[in-house]
């Protein structure tokens, strides 16, 4: 069975002060891991695709990293407007097409 | 993008309920998710050229149709308390492929 744990919960940074998300995985070979934002009450916004360990995606002031066992979300000089949880999710070609998710981090990040 | 409606629902409990969901231009996959407050999403059932393409731990009261133009409905009988949530629909170029989720339906059974 896949499983994905998210880590902090809750995060909160300062406007400009970088930090990193994780993501730990168990799963029977891995197709894909997927980062996605949401806010409240919405649905979940998708950020990056990453297949294999040692891919880097980046996207404004956001870089996803893979290794083999877990994969890492930087967020480099936040602002206010990043404020979000963050949801991981990986899909094994054992489990079909579903997205097994962590329970997202709850980052916020005050001015 | 991907279109949801209702936004919100409330029912009754033993009630039954209907859920839209409309896919992306182009997309023939469409996936079903549940999200508790506070959780991440958890696989209710996906369908593929009208066929269910798998599905998650969630009894038979929760079943689903894909349309000839690839919306979707989920359908949810014998409402239970627990069934209270945030629905998602997502929908995908291929069963494997990347996800795109609507805005969701927000549920409350009372």
């Known amino acids: 069975e896949d499983q994905v744990t998210q880590s902090p919960e809750a995060l909160r940074l300062q406007e400009g002060e970088s930090s990193s998300l994780n993501c730990s995985y168990t799963?029977?070979?891995?197709?894909?891991l997927f980062w996605y934002r949401q806010d409240p009450g919405k649905g979940p916004e998708f950020l990056f695709t990453?297949?294999?360990a040692g891919e880097e995606k980046e996207k404004e002031r956001l870089k996803a990293t893979l290794t083999k066992k877990e994969s890492f979300l930087h967020i480099t000089a936040p602002k206010p407007e990043d404020s979000a949880t963050y949801l991981c999710?990986?899909?094994?070609?054992?489990?079909?097409?579903?997205?097994?998710f962590g329970e997202g981090t709850q980052l916020t990040v005050n001015p | 993008g991907v279109t949801q409606s209702p936004t919100h629902l409330i029912k009754t409990r033993g009630q039954q309920v209907t859920l839209r969901c409309s896919s992306q231009?182009?997309?023939?996959?469409v996936s079903w998710y549940q999200q508790a407050l506070g959780q991440g999403p958890q696989f209710i059932f996906q369908?593929?050229?009208?066929?269910?393409?798998g599905r998650g731990n969630f009894p038979p009261r929760f079943s689903g149709l894909q349309f000839p133009n690839d919306s979707s409905e989920l359908n949810v009988n014998a409402l239970e308390l627990d069934d209270s949530a945030l629905y998602l629909c997502?929908?995908?170029?291929?069963?494997?492929?990347?996800?795109?989720f609507g805005p969701g339906t927000r549920l409350l059974v009372l």
């Open positions: 990453l297949y294999s």
């Open positions: 997502a929908s995908s170029l291929l069963p494997s492929e990347t996800q795109y």
């Open positions: 231009s182009g997309h023939n996959t």
């Open positions: 369908y593929y050229r009208k066929e269910e393409n």
């Open positions: 799963v029977s070979g891995l197709r894909g």
């Open positions: 999710a990986v899909q094994g070609f054992t489990s079909g097409s579903r997205l097994t």
